[in-house]
Each structure stands twice: as structure tokens, then as C-alpha cells.
């Protein structure tokens, strides 16, 4: 033991401890029931456990303690240490299988210890592989924020340059036409603010839920067409709105609920902008769907949906538009389901549709 370490010195020094304490406790035990029957069972008890706590050579020890007992104390004539005596085989019988007992149990002891470590490796390994897992969902993250950002702001960035365009012509004019002037500058400060609330709502995402309020939906889709207009004259689209007189109120975000119908409206007036030959007509329209939710539709009058499943249109990246990012439906979808909605597409008539449904706020009128 003078090389051992101090650890393995203490293990050592608990281990044999162990043997002794369990053969006198079964010694003990056994000899207080006068003259028992079959005296070994205590002591095989007394086997198993030193050698399952404190190692093989102290379970052998404590078999030889152990047979030490029994030829003492149990093997007449007691009292004697002899090897002569004539139930001696009775010993023999005993230590065999106790010793077979002994090295089972060390075995496995030895498994169990290897199977926990696996195991702990094993979840070891999981856990860092889940680590790994959650930043790279992370990065995906961040990098879906970053290209929704880019998605949401670029089209009133873009309405912000046609109006500074659209104003700097009125005031190139001979004479400067200053009311068509003053209205670009309008329309400039009304994308800015638009785009500023963008902003703020999509930082606000990161930090805390949406702000939900009651709205009416008709209102929502009213404000979203005045939005339309410059879009909708440059590309040469007539706007019909039909919106029901009483529609129930939803709890919802104004600003994300206005940026779904803008965003498919939107994609309709693209759409619309490549056809030659066809009337142009965009369609907005809500309508009531019992007293349990309400329907938002944006109708246009363009080629209708590709040949495929309509659902591929709302996996994310997913884009028909040669400069498309294709990340407005995906988001869009997300806005409406995060509202308890659903939205889906579909062909009426000659062109394509994107419906969504709310539920009603209960007790709306």
C-alpha cells in the first residue's frame, strides 16, 4: 500500500473495513439465532455487498472471514480451528460458491461502472451535439431575420426613391409644379414612417410579443390599399375593395396584419405587371365566416398559380421571380398563424387568390 495514492489507500482501507464489519454483522446475526439450520446465507449476503462496495480482494477477504466463522463457531467441535474435522467438505461447499458469487458480482459491478460511464459520455456527447444544434439554429436565425428585414424594408424603400424621383421632376419643371411637389414629399415622409414602424416592430419581435389590440379588419385592409396607390398607378392596376358592412373585431398587431395583405397585394400587382393582353384588376375583399372568424382575400386578375402544390409557395426562399427573395409569404404565414389563423392559396377564375382567416375576438360584435 506504501504505493498507492491516497485515494486508492483510503478505498483500500474501506474496503477491508467493509469485510470485516459485514462477516462480524452476519457472524453476529447468525450466531443469535442458536444452532440455525443453514448458517451461510448471512454470510453470502455479507460477500455480495463487500465485494459490490468495496472491491474483490475484500470480498475474498470476507469469504475467508467468513469461513473462518463457520469452522469456529458453527462446525463441531466448536470452538476449534482444525481442518480435520469431519464436516470440513461443508466448508469446501461453502467457499466455492462463494467465490464464484464473489467474482459475479465484481463483474458486474465492473459492467454497470462501464454502462454509466458510456452513458455519461454518451450524454455527454448529446448535450454538445445539441449545443451545436442550437447555434447553428441561431445563425439560421439571425440570418432569416436578417433577410426578412431586408424583405420588409426594401418595398417602401422603394416607393421612398420613386417619390424623391417623382418630386425632383416636379421641380425641374418650367415653371416647378410645387403641389405635385408637396404630394411626392408626402408620400415621401408617409414610406419613411412606414418603414420606421417596420423597423420597429421587427425589433420589437426579438424582445417581446406583438403588440395586439382590437382591430377591425376593414380598416386594416383600408389602410393597406391607400399604401397600394403608387404601386398600383405605376403598373396600371385597378383597385376594387370589398369589404362586408359588419364584420366582427379580431385581437391582433395592426402594422404585421397590414404587411400581410400589403405583401400579397403586392405580389398580385408583380404579377399582373408582366400581362400584356389582360385586364389588370386587383381585388381586396373581407367577409364574415359565421361568428367564429372572419375571411381576408386578395384576389388579382393575372395567370394564376403555377402548375405544382400550392403549399411549396410558402416554404421559405421559395421564389418564382427571377429577383424575388422569396420570403414574403413565408412571412406572412407566420404573421397569420402566430394570430391563430391560417393562410392558404388557390386559383378563381383566371386568376390566382391568397385567402387568410382569423378568429373572432370573443364577445366581438
Given at each position: 500500500?506504501?504505493?498507492?495514492q491516497?485515494?486508492?489507500?483510503?478505498?483500500?482501507?474501506?474496503?477491508?473495513?467493509?469485510?470485516?464489519?459485514?462477516?462480524?454483522?452476519?457472524?453476529t446475526?447468525?450466531?443469535?439465532?442458536?444452532?440455525?439450520?443453514?448458517?451461510?446465507?448471512?454470510?453470502?449476503?455479507?460477500?455480495?455487498?463487500?465485494?459490490w462496495?468495496?472491491?474483490?480482494?475484500?470480498?475474498?477477504?470476507?469469504?475467508?472471514?467468513?469461513?473462518?466463522?463457520?469452522?469456529?463457531?458453527?462446525?463441531?467441535?466448536?470452538?476449534?480451528?482444525?481442518?480435520?474435522?469431519?464436516?470440513?467438505?461443508?466448508?469446501?461447499e461453502?467457499?466455492?460458491?462463494?467465490?464464484?458469487?464473489?467474482?459475479?458480482?465484481?463483474?458486474?459491478?465492473?459492467?454497470?461502472?462501464?454502462?454509466?460511464?458510456s452513458r455519461?459520455?454518451?450524454?455527454?456527447?448529446?448535450?454538445?451535439?445539441?449545443?451545436?444544434?442550437?447555434?447553428?439554429?441561431?445563425?439560421?436565425?439571425?440570418?432569416?431575420?436578417?433577410?426578412?428585414?431586408?424583405?420588409e424594408?426594401?418595398?417602401?424603400?422603394?416607393?421612398?426613391?420613386?417619390?424623391?424621383?417623382?418630386?425632383?421632376?416636379?421641380?425641374?419643371?418650367?415653371?416647378?409644379?410645387?403641389?405635385?411637389?408637396?404630394?411626392?414629399?408626402g408620400?415621401?415622409?408617409?414610406?419613411?414612417?412606414?418603414?420606421?414602424?417596420?423597423v420597429?416592430?421587427?425589433?420589437?419581435?426579438?424582445?417581446?410579443?406583438?403588440?395586439?389590440?382590437?382591430?377591425?379588419?376593414?380598416?386594416?385592409?383600408?389602410?393597406?390599399?391607400?399604401?397600394?396607390?403608387k404601386?398600383?398607378?405605376?403598373?396600371?392596376?385597378?383597385?376594387?375593395?370589398?369589404?362586408?358592412?359588419?364584420?366582427?373585431?379580431?385581437?391582433?398587431?395592426?402594422?404585421?396584419?397590414?404587411?400581410?395583405i400589403?405583401?400579397?397585394?403586392?405580389?398580385?400587382?408583380?404579377?399582373?405587371?408582366?400581362?400584356?393582353?389582360?385586364?389588370?384588376?386587383?381585388?381586396?375583399?373581407?367577409?364574415?365566416?359565421?361568428?367564429?372568424?372572419?375571411i381576408?382575400?386578395?384576389?388579382?386578375?393575372?395567370?394564376?398559380?403555377?402548375?405544382?402544390?400550392?403549399?411549396?409557395?410558402?416554404?421559405?426562399f421559395?421564389?418564382?421571380k427571377?429577383?424575388?427573395?422569396?420570403?414574403?409569404l413565408?412571412?406572412?404565414?407566420?404573421?397569420?398563424?402566430?394570430?391563430?389563423?391560417?393562410?392558404?392559396?388557390?386559383?378563381?377564375?383566371?386568376?390566382?387568390?391568397?385567402?387568410?382567416?382569423?378568429?373572432?375576438?370573443?364577445?366581438?360584435?
Amino acid at each position: 500500500m506504501q504505493f498507492m495514492q491516497p485515494s486508492e489507500r483510503r478505498q483500500a482501507v474501506w474496503g477491508y473495513a467493509l469485510a470485516i464489519l459485514c462477516a462480524g454483522s452476519a457472524l453476529t446475526v447468525t450466531a443469535s439465532l442458536r444452532n440455525p439450520l443453514f448458517p451461510t446465507p448471512l454470510f453470502f449476503a455479507a460477500i455480495v455487498i463487500t465485494t459490490w462496495y468495496g472491491g474483490s480482494v475484500p470480498g475474498f477477504v470476507a469469504i475467508a472471514l467468513a469461513t473462518l466463522s463457520l469452522n469456529y463457531y458453527f462446525i463441531p467441535p466448536l470452538g476449534s480451528m482444525s481442518l480435520n474435522k469431519p464436516e470440513i467438505l461443508y466448508l469446501l461447499e461453502f467457499a466455492l460458491p462463494a467465490s464464484l458469487t464473489c467474482w459475479f458480482v465484481r463483474k458486474r459491478r465492473i459492467t454497470e461502472t462501464m454502462l454509466r460511464e458510456s452513458r455519461d459520455k454518451l450524454q455527454s456527447r448529446i448535450e454538445q451535439r445539441q449545443a451545436e444544434l442550437a447555434r447553428v439554429s441561431r445563425m439560421m436565425t439571425i440570418g432569416e431575420m436578417g433577410v426578412s428585414i431586408a424583405h420588409e424594408v426594401n418595398q417602401p424603400l422603394m416607393a421612398l426613391v420613386l417619390n424623391g424621383e417623382a418630386c425632383l421632376r416636379w421641380l425641374r419643371a418650367d415653371p416647378p409644379n410645387l403641389p405635385e411637389a408637396r404630394k411626392a414629399a408626402g408620400h415621401i415622409i408617409e414610406e419613411g414612417h412606414r418603414a420606421g414602424a417596420i423597423v420597429q416592430r421587427i425589433r420589437a419581435l426579438a424582445k417581446t410579443s406583438p403588440k395586439r389590440v382590437v382591430l377591425d379588419v376593414n380598416e386594416v385592409a383600408t389602410e393597406a390599399a391607400a399604401l397600394l396607390q403608387k404601386e398600383l398607378a405605376r403598373n396600371r392596376v385597378a383597385l376594387r375593395t370589398e369589404l362586408a358592412r359588419t364584420l366582427p373585431r379580431v385581437r391582433g398587431d395592426r402594422v404585421q396584419l397590414q404587411q400581410v395583405i400589403f405583401n400579397l397585394a403586392m405580389n398580385a400587382i408583380e404579377i399582373m405587371s408582366m400581362e400584356t393582353e389582360r385586364a389588370r384588376e386587383l381585388r381586396i375583399r373581407t367577409e364574415a365566416e359565421g361568428s367564429e372568424s372572419i375571411i381576408v382575400a386578395v384576389e388579382d386578375t393575372g395567370p394564376g398559380l403555377p402548375s405544382g402544390d400550392p403549399e411549396e409557395l410558402f416554404t421559405a426562399f421559395f421564389t418564382t421571380k427571377e429577383d424575388g427573395i422569396g420570403i414574403g409569404l413565408s412571412i406572412s404565414r407566420t404573421i397569420v398563424e402566430a394570430h391563430g389563423g391560417r393562410l392558404w392559396a388557390g386559383n378563381s377564375g383566371g386568376g390566382a387568390v391568397f385567402q387568410f382567416r382569423l378568429p373572432v375576438m370573443e364577445g366581438a360584435l
